[in-house]
């Protein structure tokens, strides 16, 4: 335990030190402050445009340092073979994963609360307020990347960066289109596409339940039921994630 | 108990497509007595460098088993007493060197005081003092070979293994390396080292052990491997003595060439050159120069990697 918080410590001061995050933040701060002005440009939904536009910064930004920061933290590792000297100490590599993995959740919590904050600031300044249907909207957006996140480490511990990058930008893509997946495997009669089709279909995440950025953004009410089953949907598909990247990461040979 | 012990230690990788097979290392039994120095020697490509990431779980043998400190390798706790040192150092170019010391010894379960002394004994150790402020990723190669050598040893281990750690180092970078693995051997550890260096492994070892393509060919004292009477020959020069005394020396089994005013002799044994030097000496000749031919461990792997060869 102590050796995991000492390694997701030091991964979080290695993504400090990383100029890619500090762009990104900055690239999402700065979209969020445009909303202002866009906001003024358009007559009347100015207070929706902001939230569209803030939701949608912090959606995109997370994501990029998710894939981006999270691959390099894995495979980097492996193809820098920084994780010689890591494996041949008494860590399990298990909790070398799992401390990689924390670090990078920290990192992306903190991202993310700066950039709330930002966005927050960005409402008031247009003399809205910030409510706590954008709250929800936010931590939903938080449980994704985490899910990602681990997909993205996952990959990392059997592919080269760039493929890793790749496969987790395409499940994210697809994630977010299951439905129309599922709608797809109901039309085709039987057969090996029907049959792959639906395996797809119950193996990828479904990302669309963590996005209730429109409803927030309106201000409708988002049911409590909702965001606590898509928690739970969300927490028990990263573990698995996790798990099989452990299994990955046990057996493999670090040449 | 043994430090390091393997046992019938294989490893295939499998290459391409199709899965080619290469036998990287061939079943291999070794132990390493506790308290020496042993010499891990191979021409490149030989195997040293997959034999250490095997003993130190990197690898998955194919078959064959291993042993550190008497427990099975794949006991992660057993690492708890091991230093290694990777071939080529490659480490957190983020860090700078005393928060890279630090990482690893909180790796260890090391912390406060009695870490950061350790940090400090260890970067005068390698005296690298002066760089603890700078980041890995501007030290050159030779620093990064000290700091790899600082964080092998961050936990006091009673075993250290080393991939050729005086690869990349000058001569004074070497010396300082056969220094150190000397003291840890004054304090009772034991180091495994792999190179192809030969002079280092003359200098310093207690015992070798030859790795000829996957396969151990000879392992032994130093001694043992390069002959009792190690002295092969002996160049001797000299200036200003008599022809007839060359002529002497070469009826009593010498070999004479002469260059200008100087001859060069060549002795086959030590007792002759006690008696050529009185000789010299008599005849108020000049010495110019003395020089021992040793059959050294080149010899032997030359001849032992040939002899598997062909
Ligand atoms: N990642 C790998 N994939 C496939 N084959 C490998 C791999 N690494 C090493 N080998 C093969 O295994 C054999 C032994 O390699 P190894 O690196 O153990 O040699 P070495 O003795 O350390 O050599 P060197 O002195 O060059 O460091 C070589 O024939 C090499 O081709
Ligand atoms: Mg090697």
Not at chain 1, 3 to 19: G, H, P, W, Y
Not at chain 1, 22 to 31: I, R, S, V
Not at chain 1, 239 to 247: G, P, R
Not at chain 2, 133 to 149: A, D, T, W, Y
């Amino acid at each position: 335990m102590k050796r995991m918080a000492v390694i997701a410590f030091n991964t979080f001061k290695e993504n400090l030190r990383d100029k890619i995050l500090y762009n990104l933040l900055f690239f999402g701060l700065l979209l969020i402050g445009s909303a202002l002005l866009l906001g003024t440009l358009t007559m009347g939904e100015q207070q929706k445009i902001i939230k569209d536009i803030g939701l949608a910064s912090i959606n995109v930004i997370g994501l990029l340092v998710a894939v981006f920061v999270g691959i390099g933290l894995v495979s980097k590792e492996l193809e820098k073979r920084t994780i010689f000297t890591i494996v041949s100490k008494p860590v399990p590599r298990y909790e070398f994963l799992l401390g990689r993995y924390a670090g990078l959740a920290f990192t992306l919590f903190v991202n993310v609360a700066i950039m709330t904050a930002g966005f927050f600031g960005t409402l008031l300044v247009s003399q809205a307020l910030p409510d706590a249907g954008l709250l929800t909207a936010i931590g939903l957006m938080f449980m994704e990347l985490l899910l990602i996140v681990a997909v993205a480490i996952m990959f990392s511990t059997f592919t080269t960066p760039t493929l890793s990058a790749t496969f987790t930008l395409a499940i994210y893509v697809i994630g977010h289109c299951t439905a129309d997946l599922h709608a797809l495997g109901e039309k085709l009669h039987g057969g090996l596409s029907k049959w792959l089709i639906n395996g797809l279909y119950y193996v990828l995440p479904n990302l669309a339940c963590f996005n209730v950025k429109g409803a927030a953004a309106y201000g409708s009410p988002i049911e409590m039921r909702y965001v606590l089953t898509s928690l739970t949907y969300g927490a028990v598909y990263t573990a698995a994630v996790i798990l099989v990247a452990c299994m990955i990461f046990q057996r493999r040979d670090f040449r | 108990m043994k430090p390091l012990r393997m046992s019938g230690l294989t490893k295939e990788y499998r290459l391409g497509l199709r899965q080619r097979r290469v036998v990287a290392l061939d079943h291999l039994d070794l132990e390493v007595e506790e308290g020496e120095i042993f010499g891990f020697l191979g021409h490149n490509g030989a195997g040293k460098t997959t034999t250490i990431k095997l003993v130190l779980g990197l690898l998955h043998p194919t078959s064959g088993s291993a042993w550190i400190l008497d427990q099975p390798i794949t006991e992660v706790a057993v690492k708890q007493h091991v230093g290694f040192l990777p071939e080529s150092p490659f480490f957190y170019e983020y860090l700078t060197a005393q928060e890279f010391l630090t990482f690893y010894g909180q790796l260890f379960g090391l912390g406060g005081t009695t870490l950061a002394r350790r940090v400090e004994e260890l970067l005068e150790l390698v005296s690298m003092k002066e760089a603890r402020h700078v980041p890995l990723r501007k030290f050159s190669k030779g620093m990064l070979q000290r700091v790899g050598i600082a964080q092998a040893l961050i936990n006091d281990p009673k075993l250290v293994i080393l991939d050729e750690p005086m690869s990349g180092l000058d001569p004074l970078g070497r010396r300082d390396v056969r220094d150190i693995i000397l003291r840890l051997r004054d304090a009772g550890k034991t180091v495994f080292f792999s190179t192809h260096i030969l002079p280092d492994v003359e200098m310093i070892c207690d015992r070798v052990g030859i790795l000829v393509k996957g396969r151990l060919s000879a392992v032994g004292p130093v001694q043992d491997l390069i002959g009792s009477t190690s002295i092969t020959a002996i160049d001797m020069v000299v200036e200003g003595i008599p022809d007839r005394i060359i002529s002497d020396a070469e009826r009593a089994g010498a070999t004479a060439v002469k260059r200008g005013g100087q001859v060069l002799l060549t002795l086959s044994n030590g007792l002759e050159v006690d008696y050529m030097i009185d000789l010299v000496r008599m005849h108020k000749g000049r010495l110019v120069s003395l020089i021992p031919h040793k059959r050294s461990l080149e010899d032997l792997f030359v001849q032992e990697a040939g002899g598997v060869r062909t």
